[in-house]
């Protein structure tokens, strides 16, 4: 001790200390249910040391007291990295699953009225006509019935497009999300760096929300990050600079003319000018955890989604690797086209036997050749009870008819083909798909212009038979994965199976991410989360350590007393 007033300093800084270290204390107590709050830990630390006399033997010192080191601001950057991962990881895996149970609910297979029972009523009503094709009520029960299996599967249909474009909507709220939370860490950082320039103090609470901000973007998008020595956070998203000290590279959600989807694109990459745009994200790559390519629910939303609204013609007739690589990928196009498929087959079979065709080459009247055409067979085709040639279809296209009449000379004689127009490639109209498809007007006005009547003007028995036959046939896959032939029935419960199959996967893979990120969590809270006990034992240490204080300046304060009055 230097002297007796010295001493007075040294119990003073001692009482100021542990009353820093027990507002700090009391700060981690207030914010032990804050989201992200780090606890703050304080390091003491002894003052300078003032020398009086240096010999060989020993130094004569007196000590300045106490002081606070360091408020201790811990976190694991390796648990931080591993949670972000994993919580991206996670919320990829349920956007997925929960766009698989939002398609088995427009389905409503688990509840309400199943689509499967329309599918039985609709071949229930053949099995009527097989017993009476003449007969109207037969005829008029499978007019009602076709409606019914179309209004319900275009309800479906189109129930999934507008899932599509929710998905759309929190796709761009994604985009804006994520942009928002890039400024906010940019502006962060600015005053990180202005608060921490000087050395002498550090911005925990700013750091706290900054963390908060990280842990956000990483469950949105794919998140890497690094810490410059001046405290500024740079950040990369799907592998391409995303923030800096200074700017922020904006996503740009670009919008389809036709579809209205919403493609996330990187407008710093792409030349804007020649239509050329760089996508966020690269689908071309397997989606798996050892590539790390199945992290963030924007990409989870985009890949459900998918790019556009899927039919028929994006599962039949294509292999297994343009499928898997097409509709395949994605959930909502998959049960679009599978759907699709299914309704075309049926569609196409039952119009096929109503108003049958044959390949004939002709040439008409005007000259123009005709080889190897579709046109109406006469000769097996029957007719409604009105002799209308040739005989209806029950389900049309709304962009044009089935048959184009042709007229041609045969032996002197002028005679009428009807040539059959064959489906557009492109035009969903021309297509006897969901998107532009409809019952025959002209049936629903008279169900007796069903076919029903052979050539000789008798009951179609065969037709009727071959119309409940064509619901066993073993000849149709649900998608290029699928090798074992089924018939209708069996198709229907492939494809809502497979939907569950892929529901269960994405649902288990969101449990498991949800338990391991709960772990993982639970490891960061130790490193710096608040322990209400940890925290009242160091209150306790704290009060004690001012206490003794108190008391040091005490016997101090009665030793200069009794100095001062008795000597």
């Given amino acids: 001790m230097a002297n007796g007033m010295g001493s007075l300093y040294i119990g003073a800084s001692g009482l100021q200390n542990s009353q820093n270290a027990l507002n700090t204390t009391a700060n981690n107590l207030a914010n ?155 502006n962060l950082n600015q005053e990180i760096m202005r608060i921490e320039s000087g050395g002498v103090e550090t911005a925990m609470t700013l750091r706290d929300e900054r963390d908060n901000a990280l842990d956000e973007l990483s469950s949105l998008i794919k998140t890497d990050f690094k810490e410059d020595v001046n405290g500024a956070v740079r950040v990369k998203i799907e592998n391409v600079e995303f923030l800096d000290e200074i700017h922020v590279f904006e996503i740009e959600g670009v919008k389809d003319d036709l579809t209205g989807f919403i493609t996330p694109v990187w407008p710093q990459l792409s030349d804007v000018g020649w239509g050329s745009h760089i ?84 040439v008409a009247t005007d000259g123009t050749v005709y080889n190897n055409v579709r046109v109406w067979d006469e000769e097996n085709g029957c007719v409604g009870k009105d002799g209308e040639k040739p005989g209806r279809e029950l389900f049309v296209r709304r962009g044009c008819d089935r048959y184009t009449p042709v007229t041609v000379m045969e032996n002197g004689e002028s005679k009428v083909y009807y040539v059959y127009n064959e489906e557009s490639t492109t035009d969903t109209s021309k297509m006897y798909s969901l998107q532009g498809m409809e019952i025959n007007k002209e049936l629903l006005e008279m169900e007796s212009g069903l076919p029903h009547l052979d050539k000789t003007g008798q009951p179609a028995y065969e037709m009727a038979k071959a119309l409940v036959d064509i619901w066993e046939e073993k000849k149709y896959i649900v998608n290029a994965n699928d090798t074992n032939p089924c018939n209708f029935k069996e198709y229907y419960q492939r494809m809502i199976d497979g939907i569950g199959t892929k529901g269960k996967v994405y649902g288990g893979m969101a449990a498991d991410l949800e338990g391991e990120v709960a772990s993982i969590d639970n490891n960061r809270q130790q490193v710096f989360g608040v322990s209400s006990d940890e925290e009242l034992q160091s209150m306790i240490k704290y009060q004690a350590a001012y206490n003794a204080s108190s008391r040091f300046i005490n016997v101090i304060s009665e030793m200069l007393e009794h100095l001062v009055t008795r000597l």
Avoid at 108 to 130: C, H, I, M, P, V
Avoid at 140 to 161: C, D, G, H, P, W
Avoid at 354 to 359: I, K, M, N, W
């Fill in 279 to 362: 996508p966020v994200f690269n689908f071309e790559v397997d989606i798996a955890p050892e590539l790390n390519t199945d992290i963030g629910e924007l990409k989870g939303l985009v890949l459900s989604r998918g790019d556009k609204v899927a039919n028929y013609r994006d599962v039949t007739g294509v292999d297994a690797d343009r499928y898997n690589n097409g509709a395949g990928m994605s959930t909502m196009m998959a049960a679009e086209a599978e759907l699709d498929q299914m309704v075309h087959e049926i569609v196409t079979a039952i119009n096929d036997i109503l108003s049958p065709t044959t390949v004939k080459s002709f």
């Fill in 32 to 186: 032990a249910d804050t989201k992200g709050y780090v606890r703050q830990q304080v390091l003491f630390a002894d003052r300078d040391y003032v020398t009086f006399k240096s010999s060989a033997i020993s130094k004569q010192q007196a000590g300045l007291g106490v002081a606070i080191a360091d408020v201790v601001h811990t976190r694991d950057y390796f648990l931080d990295k591993y949670y972000r991962t994993e919580n991206g990881r996670q919320s990829f895996y349920e956007a997925n699953y929960q766009a698989v149970m939002d398609v088995e609910d427009i389905f409503q297979e688990l509840e309400g009225e199943r689509y499967q029972d329309t599918l039985e009523n609709f071949w229930d009503s053949f099995a009527e006509l097989k017993k009476g094709p003449d007969e109207e009520v037969n005829q008029n029960l499978v007019v009602q019935k076709a409606t019914l299996f179309l209004e319900r599967s275009q309800a479906i249909y189109r129930n999934m497009r507008e899932y599509q474009d929710r998905i759309n909507l929190k796709i761009q709220n994604g985009i804006d999300r994520i942009n928002e939370l890039g400024h906010i860490i940019q």
